[in-house]
């Protein structure tokens, strides 16, 4: 009976050896061939620096990848810093990308920029941009690495939506669109060498003039958060607390720009109080537009993005607060950092073309005025 019995043990060995494989098989095919293990190579570049390399990062969506150029201060005082950013970063995503970047990187400045909660990416989805939400959730999720955080992320966009389980599946492994869309994508594997760090060029051509004139300064007048927005600030203000508990220095950051609405204005008001109130420290640079020298029809793509020649005025401003509020280390003749050095050339050349470009727009639109 025993011997009998032994086939039997054997085959089911067999049977359950061939099933892991063929599970390992296809879970190998699904990493390669769906959304598992890929990205928008153009974001969160943070990615492909080498591991706790950063002395500072800045945090933020769109008009804060145009508006710091990390090699620039690189050049002057040899801080080691990088953009991570996404087009259209919700409110809640900031937190995820925050704890994205700890996972590799332990920056002793965190300088997070609050034009998330001034627009109201989040909430305004339904309101004024309903046709691209399904590109904006894109935007976030697709420029995080695959892991429980990213799960994480995709859960609580899908929960606030009113989304199920069907949306979140497709926003983890949708294979069909990966392959209609692989030029845009790239995989982490294949980590991509970023000059830039993580600031991005929008041409002053294309962009959108505006009105300073029908913009607002400020407003005394307070427009608090409510709901999901102010759910969305509490759990960014502890994630906040918990990297200040770890030794980190945080800023949150108002950017040199106008506000479209009283509205907009009045969140900032209300923003600096509650920032005020439970003692975090904050760079109001709306209040220094002029001090920068920014000049609305040169230095910007449209109200909300800097061209390549008001990034270099936002940069030192941000920069000048940066020197002037911590002391970070320069390590320009640090061997461990000599591939900033050797960067430094070729980055010189790349913003050499940007500011080229966005100069000959700007002198064509001052010969037109003529």
Partial sequence: MESEKRPWAAL????????????????????????????????????????????????????T???????????????????????????????????????????KVWIIDLMPFIRGHYAGQEAWNGGDRNLNIRYNVDSMRWSKNRM??????????????????????????????????????????DLNYGYQHLQKEGGEPFDVSVMTEGTEKETPLEGTERKNLDGLLTEAALLKQSGAEVVFLFQPFWFETEEEAGRKTWLCRILSEQGF????????KEAAGLIP????????HFDSLGSMKS???ISSHLKQDFSLPDHRQDPDYASWNADYPQWAELRGGYLNVDTAAVTALRQQSQ
Wanted: glycine share 8%.
């Fill in 297 to 304: 029809d040169e230095d910007f793509r449209d109200f909300l």
């Fill in 152 to 193: 994480d992320l995709i859960h609580e966009i899908c929960s606030d939506y009113g989304l199920g389980l069907r949306d979140e599946i497709y926003y983890n492994f949708d294979l069909a669109r990966y392959h209609m869309t692989k030029a845009e994508l790239s995989r982490f594997g294949n980590a991509v060498r």
């Fill in 65 to 107: 990848f145009t508006s710091y150029m990390p090699m620039e201060v690189w050049n002057e005082d040899g801080i080691a810093s990088a953009v991570a950013a996404t087009n259209m970063q919700f409110e809640g995503t900031l937190v995820h990308t925050i704890r994205e970047i700890r996972k590799y990187q332990t920056p």
């Fill in 315 to 317: 940069t030192r401003l």
């Fill in 12 to 63: 089911r060995t067999g049977i359950l050896l061939h099933i892991l494989a063929g599970g390992l098989l296809f879970f190998l095919l699904l990493v390669q061939l769906s959304y598992i293990h890929r990205g928008y190579d153009r974001m969160m570049r943070f990615y492909g620096l080498p591991k706790q390399s950063l002395d500072a990062v800045v945090v933020g969506t769109s008009s």
């Fill in 281 to 288: 420290r904050f760079w109001d640079l709306t209040l220094e």
